[in-house]
């Protein structure tokens, strides 16, 4: 089972009180944005309980097809969705609930005696070191290359869920190979002209991520011309044209 990563000092004392919560009879409320690791540190207090998102564990209450009776503990994903949250509760009267939401609930506030809030990730550099090596040498094995972590445009607008997927973006365009890309844009290309692009659109596709590159790479427009043998004239015209320069 994937752990919750607890190397900052905040999430060590998190940690701590999630466990400590493990073997008392009261609710536990798990509060931050996504992709903090709520799920992650619900299993830690109880890696046997059953796991329900919340709308679907509410359907399920309603339609009596759940026999609580079989539940001690029950992990409940996103509870914030929930409908009508007070009747929500009442049905869940003698069962342990660890529960998962963006924000505190102002409703729940007396039936949960425990509440952990999880930072995010830029708060927490010791664990996004952490999972930055974790993703690099996972998407490293998958795709057989390597990548230094400078290389790596680092997104976490969605924490780990934005991070995890920067890292193995990053490491599969390195990997790939000149056929491959020419493949890829093959089968692009395919779906695009069924869906109506013409030829002037896709050079779009064609012109921009170049035009981009060679800037970066080049800096200025004499030294980008100079290189993509281009006339000056027309590449300004271009960079005008998609960049406003």
């Given at each position: ?132 090596y974790k993703y690099i040498k996972e ?51 395919q779906r695009e002209l069924k869906n ?50």
């Open positions: 089972m994937e752990k919750f990563i607890s190397s900052s000092p905040s999430t060590k004392k998190i940690l701590k009180v999630a466990q400590m919560s493990a073997s008392l009879p009261v609710n536990v409320m798990i509060i931050g944005q996504s992709g903090v690791g709520k799920k992650l540190l619900a299993k830690e207090i109880d890696p046997e309980a059953h796991s329900f998102f919340a709308r679907d564990l509410e359907k399920i209450l309603i339609d009596k097809a759940i026999n609580l009776e079989e539940h001690s503990v029950i992990i409940i994903y996103n509870i914030h969705t929930v409908l009508n949250k007070n009747e929500f509760i009442e049905r869940l009267k003698g069962v342990k609930i660890i529960a998962t939401t963006f924000d505190s609930i102002e409703e729940y506030n007396s039936e949960f005696a425990v509440k952990i809030e999880i930072p995010s990730l830029e708060q927490r550099p010791e664990d996004l070191d952490e999972l930055i998407a490293s094995n998958i795709y057989s290359s390597s990548i230094s972590r400078d290389d790596i445009r680092i997104d976490l607008s969605g924490n780990g869920i934005t991070l995890k997927q920067s890292i193995f973006k990053s490491i599969l365009l390195k990997s790939i190979s000149k056929p491959e890309m020419m493949d890829t844009l093959n089968d692009f290309c109506g692009s013409d030829y002037k659109k896709l050079l779009e596709i064609f012109e921009i991520p170049l035009l981009k590159a060679a800037r970066n790479v080049f800096k200025s427009q004499l030294q980008m011309a100079t290189h993509l043998k281009i006339n000056r004239i027309t590449l300004r015209k271009k960079l005008n044209k998609y960049f406003g320069e």
